[in-house]
């Protein structure tokens, strides 16, 4: 029996049309079990995917603490000395074999925006690629091509620092085209009242890959030296290729394993939601009110999370003064927080749609502003705690583990305006959402010259306004249901 509460108050157009998620047709299947399903599986090899995808991406952030000379840095990227060194002495020797790089704070910072340099190249492209000859080539080799490019980073580095900038930048060439590729899967895959169960698990992974690649990073620094970071990365994510070449398929109709009731239950779910006509409606894209919607959700979000992962771990050295071995464990807690929120409230929102009859819009808007203003707030208060190592701490990491409700909110919302165009849709709210990526460390690190506590407190609140800015847009131009323009007929039907 349904409850009798509902969601939040509608206004009429609303509840005309995007009050009800259950489609027509979803009504009379009823839901494939999980255990073994194909989706499922599908959601547990991208999960591992995107976790190799982060451990990629990622890794250089710490690595990077060692490769550079502190001698030859000093007067450009100098120890605060606000903070007292604190760190417990650590008996085990460090480790000094890995060459050392003079790199001052601006080519560091060079560095690592030189990733997104190719990263948004690729994501338009990547969306209409994968619209045409399916996500799982793109995928796949995506992530193979970063993988590939990351075992010969040691090499580049002692070639100089362009060099390594140009590798990096190829690195984001592979990777631009994987969540577009991963979107475009979904939206022949995802039944609609589980997208936010089966995209939250595969997106996931790369929470998860952050987790386990700061701190194992810091590790393999401190016992052994930098170059056997990227050397091990690397290797595993030329292992994940080979599995997923070899276990998944595009669509459920070319799945060679998938049972007869599951198949039938994802396609008759989608059938009134996808549109058969081959050509993109691009005029119609780029005027989409709902999109920019996304577009701006998706770039406030994003300058606060590349801020955070391109920097905590320099915040982490040079204002807490924590060593390289706990540097990497501390840096990734906001991370390992972000993945354990994730995944719950994927089931939350899904089942405030079936359960409690919530619509399609107002979930995506609840989660959004819990994911972005709680965020925001607590990323505030970590630069105005002072040298309070535990509330620092604490306070990054509540910042960014609510930022795991957003992934039930604009992350996902490509799918519920357009599915048939989910890939490309992505693409392009992601190329905006990269730019955060290539300016975001270079503006931190202008702003940031003396490394003093008053300089990271606006670093954070650029980034806590940016946050609650895309939120407040999000919330008043979003939308729930399917576009006119996304399907063949123009007769939007609601979900």
């Not at 190829?170 to 990777?175: A, D, K, P």
């Not at 048939?420 to 010259?449: D, E, Q, R, V």
Request: proline share 5%.
């Amino acid at each position: 029996m349904r409850p009798l509460l509902r969601g939040p108050a509608m206004n009429e157009e609303e509840e005309n049309s995007d009050s009800t998620p259950l489609l027509p047709s979803a009504r009379q299947t009823e839901a494939a079990p999980v255990c073994c399903s194909a989706r499922y599986n599908l959601a547990i090899l991208a999960f591992f995917g995107f976790f190799v995808l982060y451990s990629l991406r990622v890794n250089l952030s710490v690595a990077l603490v060692d490769m550079v000379e502190s001698n030859t840095t000093l007067t450009d990227n100098r120890t605060s000395k606000e903070c007292a060194e604190h760190s417990a002495p650590i008996k085990v020797h460090h480790n000094r074999t890995g060459k050392k790089y003079p790199w001052d704070a601006e080519t560091q910072g060079w560095i690592l925006g030189s990733f997104f340099y190719g990263y948004i190249i690729t994501q338009i492209p990547g969306g209409y690629m994968a619209s045409r000859i399916g996500g799982k080539l793109l995928l796949g080799f995506g992530i193979l091509g970063t993988a590939v490019f990351t075992l010969f980073t040691p090499m580049a580095a002692d070639l100089g620092v362009v060099t390594l900038i140009v590798l990096r930048a190829l690195e984001g060439l592979g990777e631009g085209v994987t969540f577009p590729a991963m979107h475009a899967m979904w939206s022949s895959w995802a039944p609609p009242l589980e997208r936010s169960k089966l995209l939250t698990i595969s997106y996931a992974g790369a929470q998860l890959g952050t987790v386990i690649s700061l701190p194992l990073s810091g590790i393999i620094c401190y016992y052994m030296n930098w170059t056997y970071v990227f050397y091990l990365f690397g290797v595993i994510g030329i292992v994940w290729f080979i599995l997923w070449m070899w276990l998944v398929s595009d669509t459920p109709e070319t799945h060679k394993t998938i049972s007869h009731y599951e198949k039938e239950y994802i396609v008759s779910s989608l059938k009134n939601q996808l549109s058969s006509q081959k050509a993109v409606p691009w005029a119609s894209i780029l005027k989409s009110l709902p999109l920019w919607a996304i577009v701006v959700a998706h770039f406030s979000y994003n300058w606060t999370f590349y801020t955070l992962l391109t920097l905590l771990p320099t915040y982490m050295k040079e204002i807490l003064r924590f060593d390289v071995q706990e540097n990497g464990i501390l840096s990734a807690l906001p991370y390992f927080g972000c993945w354990l929120c994730m995944i719950p409230c994927g089931q939350a929102a899904d089942y405030l749609r079936v359960k409690w009859n919530f619509s399609t819009i107002s979930v995506r808007r609840i989660f959004t502003l819990v994911g972005m203003v709680g965020p925001a707030v607590f990323l505030v208060a970590a630069g105005f705690i002072g040298c309070d190592y535990s509330l620092a701490v604490a306070f990054l990491t509540i910042s960014t583990t609510l930022g795991g409700f957003a992934s039930s909110g604009f992350s996902i919302n490509h799918l519920d305006i357009a599915p048939s165009y989910a890939g490309i849709l992505l693409g392009i709210t992601n190329t905006f959402a990269t730019i955060p990526g290539m300016i975001g460390p270079i503006i931190a690190k202008s702003l940031t010259p003396d490394n003093t506590i008053r300089e990271w407190q606006t670093v954070f609140c650029i980034a806590a306004a940016i946050n609650v800015f895309g939120a407040i847009f999000f919330i008043l131009f979003a939308k729930g249901e399917v576009q006119n323009w996304a399907l063949s007929d123009h007769h939007g039907h609601k979900s």
